[in-house]
């Protein structure tokens, strides 16, 4: 059935690995020399051969049935630094190279250098930090020690926050410094806590530190200490209420095409490592009243950033909000996890792995259809939309189909992902994180309802656009949109994915 | 008191006072000093712990006075805390240049704004 060159690139194993780290860094390198004229395409190539370096480590792992390792310069942890790809790792490469390569096709217009005109600075800088992100993102998701972690953090950070400010207006400016103050707060909490673990157990790497955990009786404090600065770091750079100041203006002021990577992708890399010292490094310690204030926290962000969604005036600060909301959903993880049988706990985070992909692709394909309207109708006010659909029929189905993946009507990856978590929460006996969720669908629901009011309302003549946006632009906000929505309809065996490198020994210390 | 404990301490007021400016000062000038404050004392916990030996050349077993692994750390944090510093600055200074404004509070600008054809 397979042709004998996927069976040899799939036989390359941990080797496979180190493509994914590769292709972004190489092409950061290469746009030195090229400059932003020629960038443009050559990013593009990289990102199509880095979706296919995700799907070729996606495959091996599936086809393994057990996690990659890859030893840079064969020395092996403690001393060295080790990669490794497992369910979770394969997850998060493929949906960045997917929205990555989405986001490269929709800004070859806004970004890319037109034969015979002059390169802009901002169409340099926009590959170059595009690139940078989709490094971190790779990092984030192979890395396998702690500092090497806090750098693929750093290097997602410095490649983020300049998306931001990438028109250089005074508000946009403000957003990325007030993000860049949040963030730098949140890396300076992991690295203490990353010390305080170097300190107690004399090492970085996960697995060696998450057996050490299982062995130590009692727990020392240090870790505890650690563990808490680093989780709240990582809250800060995730955005979760209350650490979430920074995110509507960042998210809402940034270019279409570097919202849709920020919201989509972006806050997902933190929220990623947070799961990795959880799930991975002490899973002892989600039974604990940690995993709770997690999971309220989520609570909370859901219930206010669907609210204020409601009251914003603007589209594209409602779409911000609506990922305040969104991202409350994946800290229900925790307590779920907790309350489950380590078997059940598995399913929780499979729920939680695809509400991620499942908002990531929603929200990629909203902030692009979003850019869109708004830069054909020169500005955004939700109340001024009368007739767009009209003008704009495509954008504004991708922009509502994007919205109904965010409800969670019944094929999206939102509606499994909202299933999967609500056994556990209705066997364990804490029916309020499945009351939370409903009401934040029902308020998902409202704040489209009244942008899709305004879109829809009456049979007025279609507004005069200032620019009709390109056919493939929209085209790409679609098919974004259409993939979360179809995400449900994917086969059980896909799904199993990310239960690959969870065995029962990880998940012992569960009850 | 021992010399691991008095540089441990040290490292704990730095990173106190450090988040106590990032928090409670409006400039954003003074926000990125003390960000600098909190990554010396995070250094200087580095140092402690190499001092105190152990860690990965205890556990490779060759033995146990000082440890070089955090030093080599310690570099790599220092390289990026210069980075997040650089990068702060230079949007700060932009900030400045375009709207006379150095803290993020959302009252008016403290100084006039310059005309409006600078702008652009």
Same mark, same amino acid.
């Given at each position: 059935?397979?042709?004998?060159?996927?069976?040899?690139?799939?036989?390359?194993?941990?080797?496979?690995?180190?493509?994914?780290?590769?292709?972004?860094?190489?092409?950061?390198? /290469?746009?030195?020399?090229?400059?932003?004229?020629?960038?443009?395409?050559?990013?593009?190539?990289?990102?199509?051969?880095?979706?296919?370096?995700?799907?070729?480590?996606?495959?091996?792992?599936?086809?393994?049935?057990?996690?990659?390792?890859?030893?840079?310069?064969?020395?092996?942890?403690?001393?060295?630094?080790?990669?490794?790809?497992?369910?979770?790792?394969?997850?998060?490469? /493929?949906?960045?190279?997917?929205?990555?390569?989405?986001?490269?096709?929709?800004?070859?217009?806004?970004?890319?250098?037109?034969?015979?005109?002059?390169?802009?600075?901002?169409?340099?800088?926009?590959?170059?930090?595009?690139?940078?992100?989709?490094?971190?993102?790779?990092?984030?998701?192979?890395?396998?020690?702690?500092?090497?972690?806090?750098?693929?953090?750093?290097?997602?950070?410095?490649?983020?926050?300049?998306?931001?400010?990438?028109?250089?207006?005074?508000?946009?400016?403000?957003?990325?410094?007030?993000?860049?103050?949040?963030?730098?707060?949140?890396?300076?909490?992991?690295?203490?806590?990353?010390?305080?673990?170097?300190?107690?157990?004399?090492?970085?790497?996960?697995?060696?530190?998450?057996?050490?955990?299982?062995?130590?009786?009692?727990?020392?404090?240090?870790?505890?200490?650690?563990?808490?600065?680093?989780?709240?770091?990582?809250?800060?750079?995730?955005?979760?209420?209350?650490?979430?100041?920074?995110?509507?203006?960042?998210?809402?002021?940034?270019?279409?095409?570097?919202?849709?990577?920020?919201?989509?992708?972006?806050?997902?890399?933190?929220?990623?490592?947070?799961?990795?010292?959880?799930?991975?490094?002490?899973?002892?310690?989600?039974?604990?009243?940690?995993?709770?204030?997690?999971?309220?926290?989520?609570?909370?962000?859901?219930?206010?950033?669907?609210?204020?969604?409601?009251?914003?005036?603007?589209?594209? /600060?409602?779409?911000?909000?609506?990922?305040?909301?969104?991202?409350?959903?994946?800290?229900?993880?925790?307590?779920?996890?907790?309350?489950?049988?380590?078997?059940g706990s598995v399913d929780v985070l499979t729920g939680g792995m695809l509400q991620l992909v499942s908002h990531?692709?929603?929200?990629?394909?909203?902030?692009?259809?979003?850019?869109?309207?708004?830069?054909?109708?020169?500005?955004?006010?939700?109340?001024?939309?009368?007739?767009?659909?009209?003008?704009?029929?495509?954008?504004?189905?991708?922009?509502?189909?994007?919205?109904?993946?965010?409800?969670?009507?019944?094929?999206?990856?939102?509606?499994?992902?909202?299933?999967?978590?609500?056994?556990?929460?209705?066997?364990? *006996?804490?029916?309020?994180?499945?009351?939370?969720?409903?009401?934040?669908?029902?308020?998902?629901?409202?704040?489209?309802?009244?942008?899709?009011?305004?879109?829809?309302?009456?049979?007025?003549?279609?507004?005069?656009?200032?620019?009709?946006?390109?056919?493939?632009?929209?085209?790409?906000?679609?098919?974004?949109?259409?993939?979360?929505?179809?995400?449900?309809?994917?086969?059980?065996?896909?799904?199993?994915?990310?239960?690959? *490198?969870?065995?029962?020994?990880?998940?012992?210390?569960?009850? | 008191?021992?010399?691991?404990?008095?540089?441990?301490?040290?490292?704990?007021?730095?990173?106190?006072?450090?988040?106590?400016?990032?928090?409670?000062?409006?400039?954003?000038?003074?926000?990125?000093?003390?960000?600098?404050?909190?990554?010396?004392?995070?250094?200087?916990?580095?140092?402690?712990?190499?001092?105190?030996?152990?860690?990965?050349?205890?556990?490779?077993?060759?033995?146990?006075?000082?440890?070089?692994?955090?030093?080599?750390?310690?570099?790599?944090?220092?390289?990026?805390?210069?980075?997040?510093?650089?990068?702060?600055?230079?949007?700060?200074?932009?900030?400045?240049?375009?709207?006379?404004?150095?803290?993020?509070?959302?009252?008016?600008?403290?100084?006039?704004?310059?005309?409006?054809?600078?702008?652009?």
């Amino acid at each position: 059935m397979s042709p004998a060159w996927l069976a040899d690139v799939l036989a390359l194993g941990g080797d496979l690995l180190v493509v994914p780290l590769m292709l972004p860094v190489g092409g950061l390198l /290469l746009g030195l020399v090229l400059g932003g004229r020629h960038l443009a395409r050559v990013a593009l190539a990289l990102m199509v051969l880095g979706l296919a370096a995700a799907l070729a480590v996606a495959a091996a792992v599936l086809q393994a049935g057990a996690p990659l390792h890859y030893e840079l310069g064969g020395w092996s942890a403690p001393l060295g630094v080790g990669l490794k790809a497992d369910g979770l790792s394969a997850v998060l490469l /493929l949906i960045s190279a997917l929205v990555v390569l989405a986001v490269g096709i929709y800004a070859q217009r806004p970004f890319g250098v037109a034969p015979g005109t002059a390169e802009t600075r901002s169409s340099l800088a926009f590959w170059m930090l595009l690139l940078g992100v989709w490094a971190g993102l790779n990092t984030v998701a192979l890395g396998q020690d702690l500092f090497t972690l806090f750098v693929a953090l750093e290097l997602l950070t410095f490649s983020a926050v300049p998306l931001v400010a990438l028109d250089g207006r005074a508000e946009t400016l403000t957003a990325a410094l007030r993000y860049l103050l949040f963030a730098l707060l949140g890396s300076v909490l992991y690295l203490l806590g990353a010390v305080l673990f170097y300190g107690t157990f004399g090492t970085l790497d996960i697995a060696l530190l998450a057996t050490a955990i299982r062995g130590a009786d009692p727990l020392p404090p240090a870790l505890l200490a650690a563990a808490s600065l680093m989780t709240v770091g990582l809250l800060a750079k995730t955005a979760l209420f209350p650490l979430h100041l920074w995110l509507p203006p960042a998210h809402a002021g940034a270019p279409p095409a570097a919202s849709a990577v920020l919201s989509a992708l972006v806050v997902k890399g933190s929220f990623f490592l947070i799961v990795r010292i959880w799930f991975d490094l002490m899973p002892m310690l989600l039974t604990t009243t940690a995993a709770q204030i997690l999971g309220a926290l989520g609570v909370a962000a859901i219930l206010y950033g669907g609210l204020l969604a409601l009251r914003q005036a603007r589209l594209k /600060l409602l779409v911000a909000y609506s990922t305040l909301a969104q991202l409350g959903y994946l800290f229900l993880v925790f307590p779920l996890a907790a309350a489950s049988e380590a078997a059940g706990s598995v399913d929780v985070l499979t729920g939680g792995m695809l509400q991620l992909v499942s908002h990531a692709l929603a929200k990629a394909g909203m902030f692009l259809a979003a850019g869109l309207i708004a830069a054909s109708l020169g500005q955004d006010q939700i109340s001024a939309l009368g007739g767009i659909a009209r003008a704009m029929p495509i954008t504004v189905l991708a922009f509502g189909l994007g919205g109904l993946a965010l409800v969670g009507l019944e094929p999206s990856g939102a509606y499994l992902a909202k299933s999967l978590l609500d056994g556990p929460a209705a066997a364990g *006996g804490q029916w309020w994180w499945g009351l939370a969720m409903s009401v934040g669908g029902l308020l998902t629901a409202a704040y489209l309802i009244r942008v899709f009011y305004h879109a829809l309302a009456g049979f007025q003549l279609p507004p005069s656009l200032k620019r009709r946006p390109a056919r493939y632009q929209e085209l790409i906000a679609l098919a974004l949109a259409l993939g979360a929505l179809l995400l449900g309809l994917l086969p059980t065996e896909l799904l199993g994915l990310v239960e690959i *490198g969870r065995t029962g020994v990880e998940l012992g210390g569960l009850r | 008191m021992s010399g691991t404990t008095l540089f441990g301490l040290c490292g704990a007021a730095l990173v106190g006072l450090g988040l106590y400016g990032l928090i409670c000062h409006p400039g954003v000038l003074r926000k990125i000093l003390a960000f600098n404050l909190i990554g010396s004392g995070v250094f200087l916990l580095f140092g402690v712990i190499a001092k105190r030996g152990g860690g990965a050349l205890a556990a490779a077993g060759a033995g146990v006075d000082g440890d070089p692994v955090p030093q080599a750390l310690v570099i790599t944090g220092l390289v990026v805390a210069f980075a997040a510093t650089a990068i702060a600055v230079a949007l700060l200074l932009r900030l400045v240049e375009l709207g006379g404004r150095d803290t993020l509070e959302d009252e008016a600008p403290r100084r006039a704004p310059p005309p409006p054809g600078r702008r652009s």
